[in-house]
Each structure stands twice: as structure tokens, then as C-alpha cells.
């Protein structure tokens, strides 16, 4: 397979992802094209919390590549639904960037005494993901989460116009973007104190389940420990049935004894220990539904 076409979004950290996946495959004596496709979360500029549907960032990727317009598409892994699109399949989990979150705020709303949060009452606090703000109204009910749309950088821009107190960001992008972050106050969040998005700082290789020669050349991106450690997250995103909008933090580590899963999700922290994705998954699911009867269980 001497020539490739790699679709992805068009926005400045998603084209760095795919140009970091495009040079390791050029390493491999590959040409690759890079197949920009605008999605549904590019167009619309709704809270998510109003638009229609799932994979606002991902699914017309992924049609770009069942269609044949595209022979594998880059996503953050994060930003796919839990259902799987019939004829897709993710070759590769390339090794993971750090899942944390991170809190960035003006100087002047930081309060390093404060709880949980070093930030002044009252706060707007920016952030679209409603796992976010779920978690922001049960850590500190006293700051006011506010709707922020728009990539990246665009984010970061609205706080320096003070259109906010504080923003959360996937410490993950912030990282592989690179950005001067020397104006603002800026912690990484504890994964234990505020879980991140299942799968958050990971990327999916994605290709047609029936293209053996691009599976194949896709196989030595994976690396065996982000794939657990997403698989363990993303298996308990799929038995509560979520999409990435779903209220749910999922943080999973290789610990000596075995992968730890630990979750949040409707104001409480949740903990397994076990011997794979699966079963740590499982445990988990079922201590939610233990303390949230209304769940019902969906296949994983």
C-alpha cells in the first residue's frame, strides 16, 4: 500500500494529530494525504446540549471513509460515540497523552484556599462538556459553569478577553498544541478529584473492517497499555449507553495488581480493581446501577 488518505477534521489540533499519525506512516515508506472533512460540530455553533444526535466531531470522518473518499480517519478517541458504526474498526491506540485535566483561570479569580478548585466564589468557569459542569455544580456549587464553544486555541483566546474566570481543557491538547499558557494561572487537575472524559488524550486509528493491508500498517502504532486502559473507560462508557456528551469520568492505570478503574458519574466517586478491561468495567456498571436503580444495562 504505497499511498494513503487520512481524513480529519480541519481544526488546528486535530490536523496535528493527524500529521503526527501521517509521519509515522511515511516512516514506513507510505505517501499520505491528508482528506479534510467538516463536521456537524464545526458547522453548528448550538451548546451540545442541544444538538441532535451523536459523533458530532466524528461521524462524517468516519463516513469520509466508508465511502472510499478516505482509507482511515484520525479521531480523538474521546470524541466517538460508544455504539460502533458497522464496517469500522479501530486498528491502532497509539500511546496515550496525559488524560488529566486541566484548570486555567486569570490571576485575579484564583484562590489557592479554596476548595477543590482554587477559585474565588462566583466565577464563571467555561466549558461545553456537560461531564464538566455536572462536576463543577457538585465540586463547588458556589461558581456559575458557563456554555464555551470553539476549538482550542479559540477557547484560550476568550479567556484572555475575559469573557470568562476560568476555563477546563483536556491538558492533553493543550500539550500537543503547545500553547503560551504564561498569562493565565494554570493547574493540572488529580484524575481521582476530577475524573476525565472516558478514553480523554487518546487517538483512534480507524479503518474499513474489511482492509487488511491498512489494519496492517496501522498495527505498529498500537501500543497494548493505552488500548486497556481505553477499552476498561470506554466499556463502562457503553454499558450506561453514552455518547461523549454523557455525564460520566472514566480513569483507568496498570497498577501491580491489575488495571484500576476509577469513575464518576451522578455526583460520586466509584472504584475496581481487576485483571482486565472487562472485568473492571463490569465492577464498576455495577456498583452505579447498585446506587442508580433507574440504569438499565445496555451491551457493551
Known sequence: MSRVRL????????????????????????????VVV????DRERL??????????????????VLRGQADMAVHSYKDLPSARPEGLVIAAVPSREDPRELLLARPEV???????????????VGSSAARRQA????LRP?????????????????????EYGAILLAYAGVRRLGLDLSPFFARVLPPTLWVPAPAQGALALECRQDDEKMKALLKPLDDPQARRTVAAERGLMARLAGGCQLALGAYARELAEGLELCAWYAG?????????????????????????????????
Open 142 to 162: 458556589d461558581l456559575e459553569p458557563v456554555e464555551l464553544r470553539g476549538n482550542v486555541p479559540t477557547r484560550v483566546e476568550k479567556l484572555a478577553r475575559g
Open 7 to 34: 481524513a480529519t477534521r480541519g481544526s488546528r489540533l486535530a490536523l496535528l494529530q493527524a500529521g503526527w499519525v501521517a509521519e509515522r506512516l511515511r516512516q514506513q515508506g507510505v505517501e499520505v494525504e491528508l
Open 47 to 64: 451548546p451540545f446540549a442541544q444538538m441532535q444526535g451523536q459523533g458530532f466531531f466524528t461521524k462524517a470522518v468516519q463516513e469520509a
Open 268 to 300: 460520586r466517586l466509584y472504584q475496581a480493581q481487576g485483571s482486565s478491561p472487562e472485568v473492571v468495567a463490569q465492577a464498576v456498571f455495577e456498583q452505579i446501577r447498585q446506587e442508580n436503580p433507574e440504569v438499565a444495562c445496555a451491551s457493551p
Open 135 to 138: 462536576q463543577l455544580r457538585a
Open 110 to 124: 484564583v484562590d489557592e484556599a479554596a476548595p477543590g478548585l482554587p477559585l474565588c466564589k462566583g466565577v464563571r
Open 38 to 41: 467538516e463536521t456537524q460540530g
